[in-house]
């Protein structure tokens, strides 16, 4: 199996969106982070080596950054 693909739903702390997207563009494994109006606050592509790593991204990394509120995870399928 190559690379797993997911794009991250995320809501943040009013005001905070861009901020928490200029630090994630920064982390090992976040393709694309992008501030968006809507029922989200960003959307963040990121790739990893496996599922497990790529939990490991979510939960250990994205999620614990100051100001997340909330993320939702939708794999790709290839």
Known sequence: MG?????ILMRTRPGTSQEVVAALRK???VIRADSVY????AVILV??????ALSR???E???KQPNV??????VVLE
């Open 3 to 7: 690379m797993v693909k997911a794009y």
């Open 27 to 29: 982390v090992k494994g």
């Open 38 to 41: 809507g029922r989200f606050d």
């Open 47 to 52: 790739e990893a080596e496996s599922l497990e």
């Open 57 to 59: 991204l979510v939960y």
């Open 61 to 63: 990394v994205i999620g």
């Open 69 to 74: 509120v909330h993320t939702e995870t939708s």
